[in-house]
């Protein structure tokens, strides 16, 4: 299960284009929605909210208060928005959740360990294909990631499907169970062509035509 964060949100009055002047202040614009709740306008200190979002990602608990109202309420990111040319944030989303409800995610696939079939091959690496597993749970048995034992490829031909990850108790997979998460690959060598052989071979003979006739005349 993961670890709810909490963050304090403060009610939002700018709206439209005004809320530049709340991002050259430092302040993020945030949206909450949710089933059952009324839509509000938002806020928070940039470096705060990027602190807490850096430990949540989009699969973890925050516990949100908001100033001038009572209680708290469970939700999740949904939504990062971006600045194309500064790379800042920009706008951020929450939805709010019931615990008594189960909602869906994308989950962190995590390699752990070290794969025998490594050292059974030349040029051989492992490859992981599935990064994220989409899961559907009650949000607070939403796990933060996945953790997956590389000791499963022993040999060559070995993969690790869905199937291999051990799901914490009520949370169910919506992938394919037979999707690939990690595979070994082994690098090829590309053969050198004939002609590129021929060359070097005439050119090595040249040179070594060329070295004899230069002992020759000094020689002489």
Known sequence: MADTLTLTLEPRTLLG????????????????????????????????????????????PISVTINGQDGQQLTFVREIQWDPVRGEMFHVDFLH??????????????????????RLVVGGTVVQLLRELEVR???????????????????????????DISLPANVASLADLEEVIARLEIARVEPVAEEAVEEVEGAVAEEGAAEQEASSEEKS
């Open 17 to 60: 284009k005004k809320v530049k002047s709340l991002r050259k202040a430092g302040i993020v614009p945030v949206h909450l929605y949710g089933q059952g709740i009324e839509s509000q306008a938002l806020q928070c200190d940039k470096k705060t909210l990027l602190r807490v979002l850096t430990q949540a990602g989009m699969n973890t």
């Open 137 to 163: 749970a009650l949000p607070l048995d939403m796990p933060s990631e996945l953790t997956v034992d590389l000791g499963k490829i022993a040999e060559p031909d070995d993969v690790i499907r869905v199937s």
């Open 97 to 118: 959740v019931d615990v008594s409800n189960e909602i869906t995610a994308s989950v962190p696939i995590t390699l752990t360990g070290d794969a025998p079939a490594v």
